[in-house]
């Protein structure tokens, strides 16, 4: 439990899509929340998506809302963030982070137990 991989980041094209997928050991519907931040060269780890146990309807930053669609695969143990219509600025690194208990700001990437390593998105002009 608390392994977290994450697949999918690379090089696209401005209004390209990607789709980043992170496995955890053990199911995904054991963390209470499971959430991809973003952190870009310079600048905070940033909260774009997150998936709560106990909720099927994931939460968006408004940054990304309309464009990312997060799920779950359970048959996978993963959960996947569909990115399109991609733009520069969300050129970062794509981390992937879990929480065991109820933690009540769930952008606040300070009260996640479990990271991945993080996989880099690179949107090109």
């Known amino acids: 439990q608390g392994r977290l991989v994450e697949f999918g980041g690379e090089l696209v094209q401005s209004g390209g899509s990607l789709r980043l997928s992170c496995t955890a050991s053990?199911?995904?519907?054991?963390?209470?929340?499971i959430a991809w931040f973003r952190q870009a060269p310079g600048n905070e780890r940033e909260g774009v998506s997150y998936l709560l146990s106990v909720d099927s309807s994931p939460y968006y930053a408004d940054s990304v809302k309309g464009r990312f669609t997060l799920s779950r695969d359970d048959t996978k143990n993963a959960v996947n963030l569909q990115m399109n219509n991609l733009k520069p600025e969300d050129t970062a690194v794509y981390y992937c982070?879990?929480?065991?208990?109820?933690?009540?700001?769930?952008?606040?990437?300070?009260?996640?137990?479990?990271w991945g390593r993080g996989t880099q998105v690179t949107v090109s002009s």
């Open positions: 053990g199911s995904a519907s054991h963390y209470y929340a």
């Open positions: 982070a879990a929480a065991m208990n109820r933690v009540g700001e769930y952008l606040n990437p300070t009260l996640y137990d479990y």
